[in-house]
């Protein structure tokens, strides 16, 4: 089975930067597409960023120049640096894994099987 906990969320102001982490556990095969995604209240989930066990990386325009995604292979830990974050940032960010959800699907929500908790961020402004 496999486990994904995030962590690193929180409370700043606009302009401020956050890093969260999502540390996978319980891997019995290899998962070479993750994600980060959000929703806040009201709104569906939304893909925020992606990543390929090759380096290629995929972002939502809304969060292009501002986040960065990243993966510590050998912590299997995926990262999301956040910076200059808006007040239409605030939302619960999950992480996503999965074998086969493809480079062209890496934001889209339906196709990632595994899931995370979440964490919270919130943008006062």
């Known amino acids: 089975q496999v486990q994904l906990v995030e962590s690193g969320g929180g409370s700043v102001q606009a302009g401020g930067s956050l890093r969260l982490s999502c540390a996978a556990s319980?891997?019995?095969?290899?998962?070479?597409?993750m994600g980060w995604f959000r929703q806040a209240p009201g709104k569906e989930r939304e893909g925020v960023a992606g990543?390929?066990?090759?380096?290629?990386?995929r972002y939502a325009d809304s969060v292009k120049g501002r986040f960065t995604i990243s993966k510590d292979n050998a912590k299997n830990t995926l990262y999301l640096q956040m910076n200059d974050l808006k007040a239409e940032d605030t939302a619960m960010y999950y992480c996503?894994?999965?074998?086969?959800?493809?480079?062209?699907?890496?934001?889209?929500?339906?196709?990632?099987?595994?899931w995370g908790r979440g964490t919270q961020v919130a943008v006062s402004s």
């Open positions: 996503a894994a999965d074998r086969r959800a493809g480079y062209a699907r890496l934001l889209a929500p339906e196709a990632f099987n595994y």
């Open positions: 319980g891997i019995t095969g290899r998962l070479p597409y």
């Open positions: 990543f390929k066990d090759d380096g290629s990386t």
